[in-house]
């Protein structure tokens, strides 16, 4: 077993923590899970974030990979709740900023990063109802390093500058424009 440990190093072994890793908030999350009521809602918003942060205390990439599957499946389950009162959005939107930090401080590998990246880039573009539209605020904390931060910058200044084009068949909106400007 310890020639396994050392063999796995520190990202294999969280990867495969991760693939055992049962999270509790992530059977409650499903698709139109809570319906048209707000309050359920943001406590369950409230739970989730309480348990990744309880695990980033002891295996901060488990907790990142935790964060991600949330704010992948945070919109989806929140679509068809009642936010006429802002307490869903308010609940989000703190719990975007508190995974963000839980994502960028966690010490994954650029193989790891790269494809939380990609489940939140993808997460963020299918976001309907804009409940997590503020990630991409966070996002060059969320990229890791400068390096990577510039690589997603340079892939999406050209759509930025198409979308702010005074030629009005280009211009538009593109949900990217905030991450590529931090």
Not at 54 to 76: I, N, T, W, Y
Not at 134 to 148: F, H, I, K, Q, T
Request: proline letters at 3%; a positive charge.
């Amino acid at each position: 077993m310890a020639g396994a440990v050392a063999m796995l190093g520190s990202w294999g072994l969280s990867m495969a923590m991760a693939e055992k890793h049962r999270w509790a908030f992530a059977s409650r999350f499903r698709r139109g899970a809570f319906g048209w009521r707000s309050q359920p809602a943001v406590q369950r918003v409230r739970e989730a974030v309480s348990e990744v942060k309880k695990v980033a205390r002891k295996d901060p990439v488990l907790a990142g990979e935790g964060a991600v599957l949330f704010l992948e499946k945070v919109s989806p389950a929140l679509e068809r709740v009642d936010s006429s009162s802002g307490a869903v959005g308010r609940a989000v939107n703190r719990a975007v900023e508190e995974l963000a930090r839980v994502i960028a401080s966690a010490p994954a590998d650029a193989m790891t990063r790269d494809r939380w990246l990609a489940r939140l880039w993808q997460a963020h573009a299918d976001d309907r109802i804009p409940y997590i539209e503020v990630l991409a605020d966070y996002w060059g904390e969320l990229c890791g390093s400068r390096r990577a931060a510039s690589e997603w910058a340079d892939r999406l200044a050209g759509t930025v500058r198409a979308a702010w084009s005074p030629d009005a068949g280009q211009h538009g909106y593109f949900h990217g424009t905030s991450a590529c400007l931090t």
